[in-house]
């Protein structure tokens, strides 16, 4: 990564393992991926196989019993270092260099608008709060930009919004009103968890419109978490589909709906209401994701895999291995055929 300066952000064999009382939770295990100046990266999966707390790492935003193995390097893009990387696995996560680095080069939205804002505040103050945190310390000045970015997320009246906190605001606006504050550091990595889940279609539509405007307008590579594929083909340039703590498939996404190697990609695919219909919960792959705690040897899929084959996939831990240029999967069929489980 040192010398391609293409890459903003690589994550090396990330490993995020929660030691609980039951045992040791791999949420996490073994998660490779980069992310490249202007592009966006999907990261699809089912509820619970680890999409959160893969990037929950990057900012370091885990609870103490978390445990975080591998690199997460990423090429700072303003202060006196830009251009250099830092290692943030191995960075002090209550330092003042992360705190720096989370909202003013890595910044996040949730699913959740309300998870973002303290109920107690104006969206104002909050929004100000960043602003001057990450570039000036000058509260009018940081007021004009804070209203500014309301406006340009498409906020109407945005000078008395700031005014308002935001229960008063509704759903979609409290999303774009998050979103502006995400944006308000001049992130050049905006990792979007669900942004969209909680909204209604047409609401979620608007909103990812204006991420794809914001994201050209500013600068910025984007990570976009998603359990929908529909929102994936119209997002993401590159694609990580996940599945119990691991990346099972990693392609563009032309390759990726064109020629789906994983059977799990597969069954996501199959499992689509249709490329328009966004919103729905994948509900129709049999079976579920498994506690990503004790796990058998072998495949995490094999018992739910249509083209599963015993004594082969049940038996040991499979690599992912290149199909195509730009194309991996971690399959065992995939190995044997070199072409993946699909074909
Ligand atoms: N704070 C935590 N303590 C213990 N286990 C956790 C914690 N956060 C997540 N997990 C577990 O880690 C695994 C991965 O969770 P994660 O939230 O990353 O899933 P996800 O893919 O984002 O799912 P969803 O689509 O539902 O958001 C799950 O088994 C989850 O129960
Ligand atoms: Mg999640």
Redesign the pocket.
Known sequence: MATDESVLLEVRDLR?Y?H?DEGI?K??DGVSFELKRGRTLG?V??????????T?SILHL??A??KLEGDILLRLNKGERKGSVVNLAKLNPRGKEYQRIRGGEIAMIF?EPMKAFSPVHTIGNQITESIRLHRTRDKKQAREIATELLGSVGISNPAQRLNEYPHQLSGGMRQRAMIAMAISGLPSVLIA??PTTALDVTIQAQVLRLMNDLKAGHDMSVIF?T?DLGVIAEMADDVAV?YA?KIVEYATVEKLFQAPAHPYTIALMNAMPSMNGRGERLASIEGS?P??MNLKPGCPFFSRCGHAVKGLCDRSEVGLTQVSPNHWVRCALANQTGQGAAI
């Open positions: 995020t929660f609980l939770m949420a996490v990261i999966g089912e509820s619970g196989c680890g999409k959160s707390v893969t929950l885990l609870p019993f978390a699913q968890d669900e978490i359990h996940m703590g994701v506690i990503l």
